[in-house]
């Protein structure tokens, strides 16, 4: 092994090894054990999220395959429809001065597949760099044949089974990208607006209980008042009940429509009175169902203001219940232009009651960046409450289990008033949706068109067109976990990794994700009786990796940290430019610019990939925000370099040597049989960690044995008997060192897996273990052996480590130097203390560096000492002719003297009503503790310059 621990050195030959292996596939004779990677963006890069999650799925995975199982971590990629498209119409604008059209739809999704072929497996090779122990021979990608063909399979089965139909709703319509958005999509941003007040007048004379001929409406978005088919008032509102029923004449259009009753419209809020749009606003919709009101759309797809207003009924049939005819003076204006022009036509009307300034919530196109506007558009629909409801039954009855299980709450939540599904986008890449129309506008919907025309009996001569739209995203993401192992093909994988174990994903996706999956697959998915299958058995839900001040990581905050920075490291300039570049606000960009120098001022240290690994992994309690902390991942670092030189350790004092592998008289010392049993307690604080999803708990078992117990302690109780003892002591101290950090290296491969196979090569041949292969990921994880536990052997060297520690905390405090004997003295000695004592003499005057050790009768014999306490003995260290008494007095009288000047001056900032008045809590406590913390340590020299004075 090399001298110092040197992660660049080994990663990447380790992991292509690993790799052109095969040691990634499944093998092994146990049963199957899955995870299927929830797919990253074909256009994504690895970022935070991806390397804490994949952390943990790489853990779970190497740990049940060093168990024996026939493990699959199953991956690949999702098409990502709009990010695609943007992307690759982003690059045509720059290169080639293109629109997409200008290439037509074929064309243009043959240029996205060159994209994918030379920019599409990024993530993929950065997912490689983070060790991830995926089957790269099965990755997938959810527009390959295969995907495709399930996909389609599973529209046509759902259409057949009419749970897919086609309707006039309102979705989310993104008036940039010209298509429809989920929810996920929606970015909704705080902005400081305007609520205007305008007066509708009531019809047939009517008024209102205070006299007024007319209502005042309170609303956010005044152009959509063009399409209005209603007024709502609270039907316990004193002010408007007698109304309902009675009629508005809506201004600029003189459309007639009637005041409804509805609990929609909040007494205590704006005027009480609300306009109902139900072509334009989802709350809108709702009462415009429930009250039979008819919906007018006002937009076309660029959100501008239509010639003729399209009307339909709540059904979403055309209807002639209104007048299609709009105001010819703002036909053709985008919503925002027709926003001005419509308030300026009120106010010279005299209906322009009020403007007020309002803080408004506004919903945005995650990739365009512009307001969605809700539309009515034709769309394709899964019809979900029929597959909710054994989605519902499979949590209820435990078939799939949440991981913390409060997040159960949230998806019944969701799933017991659940909306039908739209599924359809106006987008060219993508599934297109296999459905077809003839010229007087029937549907047909088959696997292709030659199904369609055999299947319907329609002629060569019949023209039919393709429906141009394409399936969302989340349609062919939902079928991930049996449509990447084969189906509708009954495959061995499908029998062998079907349903997978687990699945490891955010809580934002519950509900478009996690539970789409579960009744897809529940739907098409049986066992042999029949019985429909899970998708997952469990479902892992991790928090959000936010910045070390708990906000989310996002580029417009530049607060983001690339993994591979962290492993590879970056200079400052380099990480200036990733994170400011291609920034277009250069007040934005200098802002950022500053956080980023004062972070980091000499750029990010490399750490590889073992110290960034643990560091997620010792964060990830479960169901909880991480807030990262650089300094975790220094900490962990610093952690691999403390195991590199304690495996040197191990090997310089038994390479070469008999380690007791062949056998030969061994002789274990008490340090040898407390060191495996302390290991045999972590190997199963491990197991039950692993197995409870608290890798936070995993990490602080392995770092606590392994740094503390391990190094700090172990390979120091083992001097004495490596440089003194017998040939048979020796020979078991060997064998104890090398099969601990053998089976340990095992212990902690799943989270740390390259040092631990760099270091395992050299350990591995010196040890008893039998290997099966040449890698330490394929070898057995260790067991629990309770017989190996010593009871005894445990509680006398937690009294040894005592001893010691008493020893070194005496010298510390009284300045005396590690190197200079001493002689100890020792009273109150029982029985038991005196067996340690004569069992461990060896070890405590060599790890305690002693002179003597004598034991007295009465301790009023004992001189002026030092003293510590251990149980009921006392240990004395006799102070005279050990230090220069008048320089120890100065030394601490000069300390004493600055700690009472700190004390008063923390009491007096205290005492201050003025700086307890402003100062925030934090700062307090803060200062609170100081105040705690000096009056100790000035309380402990007060007592050691009596103890000297007394000398």
């Known amino acids: 092994m090399e001298k110092t621990f040197n992660p660049s050195d080994i990663e990447q030959q380790l992991y292509q090894s690993w790799e052109e292996k095969g040691y990634f596939s499944p093998t092994g004779e146990g049963d199957g054990y899955s995870i299927a990677i929830p797919p990253p963006n074909v256009t994504g890069s690895l970022h935070m999220g991806h390397a804490f ?163 005042v409406i309170a609303t956010t978005r005044p152009e959509t008042m063009l399409g209005d088919t209603g007024v709502a008032v609270n039907p316990e509102d004193p002010r408007y009940k007698d109304l309902i029923g009675k009629f508005v004449e809506l201004p600029l259009v003189g459309r007639r429509i009637p005041i409804v009753g509805d609990e929609h419209a909040d007494m205590e809020k704006g005027t009480g009175c609300v306009k109902i749009t139900p072509a334009h606003d989802f709350n809108d919709n709702e009462v415009g169902k429930r009250c039979g009101l008819a919906m007018i759309n006002i937009f076309d797809k660029d959100a501008a203001v239509l010639a003729q207003a399209e009307v339909y009924d709540t059904n979403g049939e055309p209807s002639d219940a209104f007048d299609t005819a709009l105001p010819a003076e703002f036909v053709g204006l985008d919503r925002f232009e027709a926003r001005k022009a419509i308030i300026a036509k009120f106010d010279e009307l005299g209906l322009l009651d009020s403007i007020k300034d309002h803080d408004l919530v506004a919903p945005y196109g995650d990739r365009s960046g512009v307001i969605i506007e809700p539309l009515l558009t034709d769309q394709w629909y899964v019809r979900v409450a029929p597959l909710a409801k054994p989605a519902i039954e499979a949590v209820e009855n435990g078939d799939i289990e949440f991981v913390p299980k409060q997040y159960e709450n949230m998806y019944f939540a969701w799933m017991r008033d659940i909306q039908d599904w739209c599924i359809s986008r106006q987008l060219w890449w993508g599934h297109r949706i296999p459905a077809w129309y003839d010229n007087n506008g029937n549907v047909y919907v088959g696997r292709d068109e030659a199904e369609v025309r055999a299947t319907n009996g329609l002629a060569d001569d019949v023209a039919l067109r393709q429906d141009d739209d394409v399936l969302d995203t989340w349609f062919s993401s939902a079928l991930w976990t049996f449509s990447t192992l084969g189906w509708p093909e009954k495959t061995p994988e499908l029998e062998d990794f079907h349903s997978t174990d687990v699945l490891v994903t955010g809580f934002d996706i519950i509900f478009f994700w996690v539970a789409r999956m579960i009744m897809m697959t529940m739907h098409f998915v049986k066992d042999d009786d029949g019985r429909p299958q899970v998708p997952f058995k469990q479902v892992y839900v991790t928090g959000l990796i936010r910045d070390d001040h708990g906000d989310k990581m996002s580029k417009s905050k530049g607060n983001v940290i690339d993994p591979i920075d962290m492993i590879d490291g970056i200079s400052l300039d380099e990480l200036l430019t990733k994170r400011t570049g291609n920034m277009m606000q250069p007040q934005l960009a200098e802002k950022i610019a500053k956080r980023t120098k004062k972070e980091f001022p000499e750029g990010i240290e490399a750490h590889g990939t073992d110290a960034l690994r643990f560091t997620l992994s010792a964060l990830a309690s479960t169901g909880r925000d991480i807030n990262w902390d650089m300094k975790r991942l220094d900490g962990y670092r610093n952690f691999c370099n403390k195991l590199w030189n304690a495996s040197r350790y191990v090997l310089m004092n038994t390479e070469e040597h008999d380690c007791g592998k062949a056998g030969g008289d061994m002789e274990f010392s008490l340090a040898d049989r407390w060191i495996t049993s302390q290991f045999q307690q972590t190997v199963k604080a491990v197991h039950e960690a692993f197995n409870t999803f608290r890798f936070d708990l995993a990490s602080q078992a392995l770092y606590e044995f392994t740094w503390n117990q391990f190094c700090d302690w172990y390979l120091e109780l083992t001097k004495p008997v490596l440089f003194k003892g017998s040939e048979a002591q020796q020979r078991g101290t060997r064998y104890t060192l090398v099969n601990t950090l053998e089976a340990l290296l095992r212990l902690m491969h799943p989270i740390m897996p390259f040092i631990t196979e760099t270091v395992w090569q050299s350990v591995q041949p010196l040890s008893a273990f039998e290997a099966k292969g040449d890698s330490i990921m394929v070898q057995s994880f260790p067991q629990f052996d309770e017989s190996a536990v010593d009871e005894q052997a445990l509680t006398d060297v937690e009294w040894v480590k005592q001893f010691i520690v008493a020893i070194r905390n005496i010298r510390g405090e009284m300045d005396i130097a590690p190197s200079k004997p001493l002689p100890v003295l020792l009273t109150n000695v029982s029985a038991e203390d005196q067996r340690r004592l004569d069992d461990n003499e060896q070890f405590l005057s060599s790890l305690a560096k002693l002179e003597s050790i004598q034991v007295l009768d009465d301790a009023s014999e004992a001189p002026a000492s030092a003293s510590a306490v251990i149980g009921e003995m006392t240990v004395l260290i006799p102070m005279a002719g050990l230090i220069d008494k008048d320089a120890e007095l100065a030394r601490l009288s000069k300390g004493i003297e600055k700690l009472e000047k700190d004390v008063q001056r923390v009491k007096g900032k205290l005492s201050n009503e003025n700086f307890v008045g402003k100062a925030p809590e934090a700062v307090i406590e803060k200062e609170k503790a100081k105040l705690a913390e000096a009056k100790s340590t000035l309380a402990k020299m007060l007592e050691q310059k009596a103890q000297i004075e007394a000398l």
């Open 53 to 215: 999650q994949q952390t943990i799925m790489d853990t779970l995975i190497r740990f049940q395959r060093m168990q024996g199982k026939k493990t699959l971590w199953q991956s690949g990629t999702d098409h990502a429809g709009i990010a695609t498209q943007m992307v690759v119409e982003r690059k045509i604008g720059a290169e080639e001065e293109k629109t997409r059209h200008d290439y037509g739809r074929d064309a243009f999704i043959d240029k996205i597949w060159e994209w994918k072929a030379e920019s599409g497996g990024n993530i993929s090779q950065q997912m490689r760099r983070l060790g991830n122990s995926i089957d790269w021979q099965r990755e997938r990608f959810t527009m390959d044949d295969g995907l495709s063909h399930a996909v389609q399979e599973v529209f046509v089965r759902l259409y057949q089974d009419d749970l897919i139909y086609r309707g006039k709703r309102l979705v989310n319509w993104d008036p940039k990208l010209h298509t429809a958005i989920s929810d996920l999509e929606v970015e909704n941003k705080d902005k400081k607006g305007h609520m205007w007040h305008l007066r509708y007048p009531l019809a047939d004379g009517a008024t209102t209980s205070e006299g007024q001929d007319h209502l």
